[in-house]
């Protein structure tokens, strides 16, 4: 099963009819515990991370039949949610690096939302119910249910006061659609970080084998549009992962459906677009390229077909 998706939105709603949570920058992760077994944990494309999550196992509710919808988060060292901080653990397949890794930064299994429940579907119930079954069932540790507001405007204003990735506004009579982006769920996100598919990368001057750059682009009916180079970021242990995910995709052709922009395309080294990455930037020039665009990580839990459904 895949998760249902918010649409971005203009207005956060008012009115007794809508409920307002935290939105959380984290990876999206359906948990689904059956026949009395742990939790088997899926991304949002339905990729099993499980063994990347070892302090999510065996979960609060053991023997429970139980389907939830939440987001794993870390925290950095304000206390605050910090995507970056899950980066080294995305990739993780061996179970012993994966409790190493637990044990120095462990994350938190933030749960909005229960599907099914001891055998029950409970995706046809309106939302406000859902939510009584979720926080009757008494989560804790590394399983918590957030809080939920109904003064969204407020909410907004906190978030941004706190550094918050923003909110999402929920209709309390909506029944879950997986796989489905409602407007019935609606986000409003204070960071410009946006997800890009990658078709090119370039060595770091003086190189020929080390990362410098990516050429980022947005899936559109038309095809991939191309939106700028991305340079910042890639240092450390970013640059040598991401190369490592880009090597096994080479092409000889551009899979932009524009000309590049000559000073970006010479010495560029395409790729198929398959891979995405998180991109930070000050908006878009004229010219509709990023501003000051930031790397902020690779996306193994997003496909680019998923980048198109959300355009």
């Not at 008012?14 to 742990?38: C, F, M, N, T, Y």
């Not at 191309?226 to 090597?247: F, N």
Request: glycine share 10%; proline share 8%.
């Amino acid at each position: 099963m895949r998760p249902m998706l918010a649409t971005r939105g203009e207005v956060v709603p008012p009115g007794e009819g809508w409920s307002h949570e935290v939105k959380w920058d984290g990876i999206r992760l359906l948990a689904d515990a059956r026949d009395g077994a742990a939790p088997r944990l899926a991304t949002r494309n339905e990729n099993d991370c499980t063994v990347a999550w070892p302090e999510l196992l065996p979960g609060p509710l053991p023997g429970r039949d139980l389907l939830v919808d939440g987001e794993v988060i870390g925290l950095d060292a304000r206390g605050l949610p910090d995507f970056g901080v899950l980066q080294d653990r995305m990739h993780v397949r061996k179970a012993t690096t994966a409790q190493r890794m637990a044990a120095a930064d462990p994350a938190t299994f933030m749960v909005f939302d229960v599907l099914r429940l001891d055998g029950r579907d409970l995706t046809d119930l309106p939302l406000a119910e859902r939510r009584a079954v979720l926080e009757s069932l008494g989560l804790d540790g590394t399983w918590q249910v957030p809080a939920a507001y109904d003064d969204g405007a407020m909410l907004l204003d906190a978030t941004a006061q706190q550094g918050l990735e923003g909110i999402v506004s929920k209709r309390l009579s909506s029944r879950y659609e997986p796989g489905a982006r409602s407007r019935h769920w609606l986000k409003f996100p204070h960071r410009r970080r946006e997800s890009y598919v990658v078709g090119g990368w370039r060595p770091e001057t003086g190189s020929s084998n080390r990362l410098g750059s990516v050429l980022v682009g947005e899936p559109t009916p038309d095809g991939l549009v191309y939106r700028g180079r991305v340079g910042s970021g890639i240092a450390g242990k970013a640059g040598p992962l991401l190369l490592a995910a880009l090597e096994p995709l080479a092409r000889g052709t551009s899979p932009f459906a524009e000309q590049v922009p000559k000073v970006d395309a010479v010495g560029t080294r395409w790729v198929e677009p398959r891979l995405v990455v998180d991109v930070e930037a000050l908006g878009r020039s004229r010219q509709d390229r990023l501003r000051q665009p930031a790397y902020c990580g690779l996306r193994p839990d997003l496909d680019p077909d998923q980048l198109s459904e959300e355009a």
